[in-house]
């Protein structure tokens, strides 16, 4: 019994620790198989409006414990996948779904990554062919050389 009294208090904390309370597993309370599915579904199609980037699934806010626990509660009411994404886009917008549908609310988000490429490719080809006309000509005439080798001539002899 002497050897075990020392673990005793690392267990208990163990126990009432909130990772192991928690266990990273999202409570279901779903009377019909299929709807654990949908859940998931959705858990993995709708973004925490929160977090950078994460979806309900794997956001560990607030807000987004309150968006799966209002998820829940719309699949056991009945609603369709439809529904439920309908919501949650007039509750908080666009940002909420991870594909955004193509509407003239969304143009810069489907077509802005490919005109800032074109961009890109626009100024790398105008200061590449800007510094090969650079090598090609020095930018100092024949008089101004000339000048120089005077000079530099006359700074010798002194």
């Keep these: 019994m002497k050897a075990w009294w020392p673990l005793i208090p ?19 309370d779903f009377d019909e198989p299929g709807l654990e599915e949908r ?25 987004a414990r309150d968006l799966r626990r209002e998820l829940r509660t719309q699949l056991n009411a009945g609603s369709s996948d439809d529904q439920i994404i309908d919501y949650m886009v007039s509750r908080y917008g666009q940002f909420v779904l991870y594909r955004p549908p193509f509407s003239p609310a969304t143009y810069l988000l489907w077509i802005g990554p490919f005109v800032l490429l074109g961009l890109g490719f626009v100024v790398l080809y105008l200061t590449s062919r800007g510094s090969r006309q650079g090598a090609r000509t020095t930018g100092v005439d024949s008089a101004a050389r000339e000048r120089a080798r005077r000079l530099l001539g006359e700074g010798k002899d002194v």
């Design 39 to 63: 859940y998931r579904a959705l858990l993995h199609e709708l973004r925490c409006t929160v977090c950078q980037n994460q979806s309900l699934a794997d956001s560990d806010a607030g807000l």
């Design 10 to 28: 690392l267990l208990a904390l163990l126990a009432f620790s909130p990772v192991a309370s928690a266990g990273g597993v999202d409570p279901t």
